[in-house]
């Protein structure tokens, strides 16, 4: 049983679209991190939001914590090739336990 | 080595047979975990270390699973008695911070088929 929900779970796009993953929960996570992990690798971290309302940008990602620290977006401009992949939301609770969510498979074609 | 080092990274098992997965995290990480990945699925708690001890293991399937990291860091997953449903990728990560917002540092997995 996994806590956290994301959606799309499979999503393909031409490169130069954008995107939004989300990743819903009915859990309060004191944070809350993006990961993302290509075939036969584990995941690899890309952003980690702390505050309620957070917003942050790196490039072309952009990663928003909801206000009631349940959810989370991550926004994707201009998709390019190398953004594909798995993504992966988690959240971590009180016990400093890391909680993913079901995963959102992306492919950007050429 | 620099990364978490799991082995082995494949390994076909018969039904009924047990098994073990070794994790060696970064040395001086405090904190390790263990989670189960299906394809294409996120990974699914296991259990949770900080230095040896086993502080949640709410997640293990069933009494067949055990963890243990008797010395604080190599970690080994052992399955007995294994099941078809028991195959999946398992993925140790290891983090050097006790409180919130640590990063995990994964490894590669050890890609569990059971026959």
């Known amino acids: 049983t996994q806590l956290l929900e994301q959606s799309p779970q499979f999503l393909s796009i031409q490169e130069g679209e954008n995107l939004t993953v989300y990743c819903n929960s009915s859990?309060?996570?004191?944070?809350l991190q993006w990961y993302r992990q290509e075939p036969g690798e584990g995941p690899v971290l890309l952003v980690t939001?702390?505050?309620?309302?957070e917003v942050k940008k790196l490039k072309r990602l952009t990663f928003q914590f909801g206000d009631a620290r349940k959810d989370s977006s991550l926004h994707i401009t201009a998709a390019q090739t190398g953004d594909t992949g798995l993504y992966l939301c988690?959240?971590?609770?009180?016990?400093?336990?890391?909680?993913f969510g079901t995963g959102t498979s992306l492919t950007v074609i050429p | 080595g620099a990364g978490v080092s799991q082995s082995p990274r494949y390994k076909v098992a018969k039904r009924g047979q047990d098994v073990a997965l070794r994790c060696d995290p970064i040395?001086?990480?405090?904190?390790l975990f263990w989670y189960q990945q299906a394809l294409g699925q996120g990974p699914e708690f296991l259990t949770y270390?900080?230095?040896?001890?086993?502080?949640?293991k709410s997640g293990l399937p069933s009494d067949r699973f055990f963890a243990e990291r008797p010395e604080g860091s190599v970690s080994t997953l052992k399955i007995q008695r294994t099941q078809q449903e028991d195959s999946a990728v398992y993925l140790c990560?290891?983090?050097?911070?006790?409180?919130?917002?640590?990063?995990?540092?994964f490894g590669e997995g050890s890609r569990l088929t059971v026959l």
């Open positions: 990560a290891s983090s050097f911070r006790l409180t919130n917002t640590g990063e995990l540092f």
């Open positions: 859990s309060v996570f004191s944070s």
């Open positions: 939001v702390v505050t309620g309302g």
């Open positions: 988690a959240g971590e609770n009180t016990g400093n336990q890391f909680y």
């Open positions: 040395s001086g990480h405090v904190s």
């Open positions: 270390f900080q230095n040896e001890a086993q502080l949640d």
